[in-house]
């Protein structure tokens, strides 16, 4: 990569592309970022493809990193071109990140509605990897929007690929998500098995990520099992940890959490929240798992 930045870097976008799945299952957005942010500036003297390629990359690290702006600005500049392209999974692949970004304006009907097509467009090109996050995205915007019984076909779905082609990343991804559409039909134990499978591949290749999104589960978990203290040290661990890697929250789970705070604010009262909420942000990943291995699954009433 360092080759390429200084001798060639018309070069880049396709190498990005080509990397993408090695970066996306190894979560390293926070690596690739300062290399895309050097090509950038040469963004527009490349053909329309090579162009395409980079604000794709563009706009999926950024979303990696939180960076809201540099996402938007990244999909005004994207949108345009898909068009002028004839590579339908480069299309396919570019509108599913356009769909990730589009809850940050509150367009969770929209952002689905881009996440099916796309998904539609990736299992007829039989591309396992991109199939299958395009059908957790799907699922996970079905939960923002109480769509649970589609969620939890389509998170089927992606898990059968993930645990076919070996993507650890999205298997634990799918259960996490899994766990949290049988929280909501009130299906608690299948909710803590998921979970549990789910922590331990996260556990096993190292994603902080994964980890800040079972946390948060297992904080679901926790007030449904009548223990909102412990339920907001772990959503609060969750976003400690998140802090500490440079991760930020999807916009897609944003709302999820917004509400789940809201709870357990109204659970705790504003004081005892408060509080609860800054012990759990200091917490370590060892102590914030540890507290969610207490947990024991809890009986439906």
């Known amino acids: 990569m360092r080759w390429f930045l200084a001798h060639d870097t018309n070069r880049l976008p396709h190498l990005f592309r080509q990397l993408g799945l090695f970066w996306e299952l190894s979560d390293r957005s926070g690596e690739v970022r300062p290399w895309v942010e050097q090509v950038l500036p040469g963004a527009d003297a490349l053909p329309t493809t ?3 390629e980079l604000l794709w990359v563009d706009l999926v690290t950024a979303n990696g990193v939180g960076d809201g702006a540099a996402a938007h600005t990244a999909a005004q500049r994207l949108e345009p071109l898909l068009a002028e392209i004839y590579d339908p999974l ?58 649970y019984d589609d969620a939890r076909r389509h998170l089927l779905e992606s898990r059968e690929l993930a645990d076919r082609f070996g993507f650890d990343w999205l298997a634990a991804w799918t259960r996490t998500q899994l766990g ?19 922590l331990g591949l996260s556990l096993d290749i190292h994603s902080p990520r994964n980890l800040g999104l079972i946390l948060v589960a297992f904080a679901r978990l926790a007030l449904a099992e009548r223990d909102p203290e412990r339920a907001v040290r772990l959503a609060a661990a969750a976003e400690g940890l998140r802090g500490r890697c440079g991760h930020r929250l999807w916009p897609m789970l944003r ?10 604010r109204e659970a705790l009262g504003p004081d005892r929240f408060a509080d609860a909420f800054a012990a759990g942000r200091k917490l370590t990943q060892r102590e914030a798992i540890a507290i969610a291995r207490e947990l024991h699954a809890p009986v439906a009433l």
């Open 50 to 52: 090579a162009r395409a």
């Open 90 to 147: 480069l299309e396919g692949v570019a509108r599913l990140a356009l769909g990730w970004i589009r809850p940050n304006d509150g367009d969770y009907e929209g952002a689905l509605r881009e996440a099916s097509d796309c998904l539609e467009v990736l299992r007829a090109h039989d591309e396992p990897y991109w199939t299958g996050l395009a059908g957790v995205s799907v699922g996970g915007l079905e939960i923002a929007t109480g769509r």
């Open 180 to 198: 949290t559409v049988a929280l909501a039909r009130g299906e608690f134990k299948e909710a803590h098995t998921l979970l549990d499978d789910g």
């Open 255 to 264: 709302r999820g959490e917004d509400e789940l705070r809201t709870q357990l």
